[in-house]
């Protein structure tokens, strides 16, 4: 009885978050079916994981955004992904890019956001937030000095949220 | 400690979006429990991010939630077992337990909170399409005044290059009627072919008539008015009128809608002779 319960509980809030978690997911893995499979994995941990979410640390979505955020960058980095994508790229040169299930990542929710911000701000957003790098990476990627990627990472989330806010 | 400066420095855009390095978050963590403030900015960078996500949410395929679904009910199968098992002192067994009242204790929260968050968004969104879909209407209404209005400006043209190709007509006799006096600021123009006899009327300056009353043009012919026909209250710049073959005069009198037999001399309004 309280299983039934617990369950369609659950059912009930996949229903309504689903599609913006999803929508977090194609932000960063841009196809669509392995977003789907990832979706289903983020779901599952949160079945799993639902009694390590502390109310007193902030709202239900902003711990599953990132459950599903480590997730997908998860994906991002593992090797069958990467060798997907490079197989993906020589079959898109000889059959365009007609017919893929690859979402443009420029096009969905924060990302199309974070393209509006001047590139020296967008560029460490995607690394950081799409891509998962750490700043010491970043810094390293970039040659630029730690404390300048932390404080020019901040300033530019400060100029996101501007760009965001109604 | 300026805890202004500390909220606008970003640190607590990173920590909400998980950005932050460990000793970051233990220091949000601790002043978000000392300080109101950062906590109200954590909430509210919180609901903008989740707000964003869920004006941009994707559907996915409906086969994503019964796979999820079957996956978590097989779970379930296996972890609940124990706590129903006839040996409830054992100590795994009362872990399952606690953990399996907690999850629902929260999922019941869970599903409680997102009703009235869900609610509440609905109603932002609702009120964020209505503000779209009123200003899209105005902009609708708009257009349709300004492609009308373009119509109407459209037909006067229309009109004024026949006005202006029958005053550059070598055949056609142009009769400026001033007003009559007492009426000085009145004045109408006939053209009238000397081939054809057709007779047009240009109302320049007429004031508008009452409701019920319509201006009527006149022939003299031999001393005698004959109705050479009524002016359309709509015709603003050329007006064709009755065919009239022989005049020596015309006059424009107000009469009743319709019109009359005979002028009504009191209300002859302009007056030109050939």
């Known amino acids: 009885m309280l299983k039934q319960r617990q369950e369609s509980a659950f059912s009930y809030l996949y229903d309504h978050y689903s599609g913006s978690l999803y929508s977090v997911i194609l932000g960063i893995i841009p196809d669509r079916e392995i977003a789907s499979d990832i979706l289903q994995d983020v779901f599952i941990k949160i079945w799993r994981q639902i009694e390590t979410y502390d109310t007193t640390k902030g709202r239900l979505f902003t711990w599953m955004l990132n459950v599903a955020r480590n997730a997908s960058i998860d994906a991002l980095r593992s090797k069958n992904y990467q060798q997907g994508q490079q197989n993906r790229e020589l079959t898109e040169n000889v059959y365009d890019a007609a017919g893929s299930t690859q979402t443009n990542t420029d096009k969905i929710g924060l990302r199309k956001i974070v393209h509006k911000l001047k590139d020296d701000y967008r560029v460490l957003i995607e690394l950081s937030y799409f891509e998962g790098f750490t700043q010491d990476e970043i810094s390293k990627m970039l040659r630029i000095p730690l404390g300048t990627v932390k404080t020019r990472l901040r300033t530019a989330l400060i100029q996101l949220k501007q760009v965001i806010k109604p | ?274």
Request: with cysteine; hydrophobic share 40%; net charge negative.
């Open chain 2, 1 to 274: 400690m300026d805890i202004q400066a500390y909220i606008r420095s970003g640190i607590i855009e990173s920590y909400v979006l998980g950005l932050a390095n460990s000793e970051e978050i233990a220091e949000v963590e601790t002043l978000r429990l000392q300080y109101p403030e950062v906590e109200d900015a954590i909430m509210e960078f919180s609901v903008l991010i989740e707000e964003q996500a869920f004006e941009n949410a994707v559907a996915p395929p409906p086969f994503v939630k019964s796979k999820i679904m079957a996956a978590i009910h097989e779970e379930d199968r296996h972890t609940i077992s124990p706590v129903f098992s006839l040996s409830p002192n054992e100590e795994g067994n009362s872990v399952v337990h606690i953990t399996f009242f907690r999850k629902w204790r929260i999922l019941a929260a869970a599903s409680t909170i997102l009703a009235i968050s869900s609610t509440a968004l609905n109603f932002y969104l609702y009120n964020k399409y209505s503000r779209k879909n009123s200003a899209y209407q105005s902009l609708l209404t708009e257009r349709n005044t300004l492609a009308s209005s373009n119509q109407v400006y459209q037909t006067h043209l229309r009109e004024w290059e026949v006005a202006s190709r029958m005053m550059a007509d070598t055949e056609m006799a142009m009769i400026k009627m001033p007003g009559v006096p007492g009426k000085p600021q009145h004045l109408a123009t006939v053209f009238w072919h000397s081939q054809s006899k057709d007779v047009y009327i240009m109302p320049n300056k007429l004031p508008l008539p009452a409701a019920g009353k319509q201006y009527q043009l006149w022939a003299l012919v031999n001393g005698k008015p004959v109705d050479a026909g009524m002016l359309d209250p709509s015709c603003n710049s050329i007006c064709k009128m009755k065919n009239v073959p022989y005049a020596q005069a015309f006059a424009i009198t107000l009469e009743n809608a319709g019109g009359s037999a005979t002028p009504t001399m009191t209300q002859l309004f302009v007056m030109g002779k050939v």
